[in-house]
């Protein structure tokens, strides 16, 4: 990237400028080809992991990414409770 001039240059490489000129590649990297009057009918889920893209970026486990985020949580609101009760009080003295 080069900023000259207040506008701005990019230059990529030439393999990837061969890759996307590839007719097939938009309909190789697309999530799904199905018209959006289908989509609500479609498994998303398989056809996601059956597209190109499916296979470069897993998905991560469901109920292991829902019981973390209950975790993250319960810690905020731990760590709420522990903030509140210690504002307005005054700190032990011995």
Do not use: C
């Not at 990529?12 to 061969?18: P, S």
């Not at 998303?44 to 469901?62: D, H, L, Q, Y």
């Not at 905020?76 to 700190?91: N, V």
Request: charged content about 25%.
């Amino acid at each position: 990237m080069r900023f000259t001039n207040r506008s701005l240059k990019v230059h990529f490489a030439d393999f990837l400028g061969k890759e996307l000129a590839d007719k097939d590649f938009q309909t190789q990297m697309r999530r799904t080809n199905s018209p959006v009057s289908t989509m609500w009918k479609t498994n998303t889920e398989a056809m996601f992991r059956a597209s190109k893209m499916g296979n470069i970026v897993s998905k991560p486990n469901k109920h292991v990414t829902q019981a973390l985020a209950q975790k993250t949580m319960a810690l905020k609101l731990m760590s709420m409770d522990f903030s509140s009760a210690a504002i307005g009080k005054k700190p032990f003295q011995m």
